[in-house]
């Protein structure tokens, strides 16, 4: 969008009373979104910085696949990144967020938090993406099984499943804390 549309999009979060904000970023060379109107596309350090001065809450830049990227989002001000491929549905061929995750972290150490989606569907899975250099993880698509399937009570087993067996995993490990979750517990 464009920074008109923008700042009607951060008065909208303002009202809310929103924690943070996010933009997704991973899908603005689509076609599609270039058609739109106003048109949607990539965004300069330049721009983001402006979009990240219009809001006191902690902005976030989701779809970083590269260590360029993530620096990028770090030199406009971002306070995290969600390392995203949006589920590997925006560009065929491309790495997971797995694969990147490690460099990208070393590349932004402390500075950003960092979050990861694509593919996190277990305790193991949220284990290996803590070894790997994130802070968090985002899961969606097997929620939206949960609440079709469940409703509330859905939601509530998949969250003690992803618990439980983060647990177990890190038991398995040796890992007492999430702090001793680290890259040496796992093998890429």
Known sequence: WNLETIKVK???VRKSGAFAVAMDVDAAGLPILKNMTPPAGGKSVEELREIVKMTDIPFVVKGIMTVKGA????????????VSNH?????????????????????????LKILIDG????????????AL???????????VT??????????????????EELKETMAMCGAVSLQE?????VRR
């Open 181 to 185: 979750i680290t890259a040496e517990l």
């Open 71 to 82: 620096l990028k989002a770090k030199e406009a001000g971002a306070a995290g990144i969600v």
């Open 87 to 111: 589920g590997g549905r925006v560009l065929d061929q491309c790495l997971s967020t797995a694969e990147v995750l490690p460099e990208i972290a070393a590349a932004v150490g402390n500075d």
């Open 133 to 143: 250099g994130a802070d968090g993880v985002l899961v969606c698509r097997p929620f």
């Open 10 to 12: 951060m008065d909208l």
């Open 146 to 163: 949960a609440v079709f399937g469940g409703g509330k009570e859905g939601v509530k087993l998949y969250i003690d499943k992803l618990a």
């Open 119 to 130: 593919g996190i569907r277990s305790g193991a899975d949220i284990f290996k993406a803590l």
